[in-house]
């Protein structure tokens, strides 16, 4: 975890750079990004991130996410993530941004400006066994209803950002 995340503030406007692993333990606001693929039959694809994982390992969250690294453009960051990760590549559009803290059993933490992007694809995953465990696709009222009923199964942001992500798929 030696990579520099951009510190930002509350508008998005760059303060700084930071340690990934120091990030994560200071709970620093900084700049991520979470990935929506949905297939052509309007199913989510969902990862199950590896349990070695930094955190959350083992829990059910969107398709990808990451942090864009300092000198890097957002959007390559995006495409080079999405492969590593879920072994595809696909068009994708931003959606909407939000603002999130979480605290973590190990004393690391998330506080995240995320930009939240959806992408169309049919290809059939290959993810990386460092990074993802298992996938499935699902819809989103099934998503919806598991939450209430299995919540920890599934990553804080998810669980957060679920109903704007309802709502700007329905639009």
């Known amino acids: 975890m030696n ?14 750079e930071m340690d990934k692993l120091e990030v994560h333990l200071t709970s620093t606001l900084h ?3 979470s990935i929506f693929i949905f297939n ?5 694809l969902l990862q199950q991130r590896a349990e070695s994982k930094y955190h959350s390992g083992g829990l059910w969250s969107n398709t990808c996410c990451s942090h864009p690294c300092k ?7 995006i495409n080079r993530r999405l492969k590593e990760e879920m072994g595809i590549k696909c068009k994708i559009g931003f959606k909407f941004s939000f603002i999130y803290k979480t605290l973590f059993d190990n004393g690391l933490s998330e506080h995240e400006l995320d ?6 694809s049919n290809d059939i995953p290959k993810p990386n066994p ?10 989103l009222a099934d998503l919806e209803n598991d939450l209430i009923i299995n919540p920890t199964n599934y990553t804080s942001w998810l669980t957060i950002c679920l109903p704007d992500v ?5 639009t």
């Open 130 to 139: 460092l990074e993802v465990q298992n996938y499935k696709y699902i819809t």
């Open 40 to 44: 052509s039959k309007r199913e989510l």
């Open 31 to 33: 700049r991520a990004f």
């Open 115 to 120: 930009h939240v992007y959806f992408g169309l």
């Open 166 to 170: 309802i709502k700007h798929f329905n």
């Open 3 to 16: 990579d520099l995340l951009i510190l930002v503030d509350e508008n998005d406007n760059e303060v700084g």
């Open 71 to 77: 000198g890097e453009k957002t959007f390559d960051t």
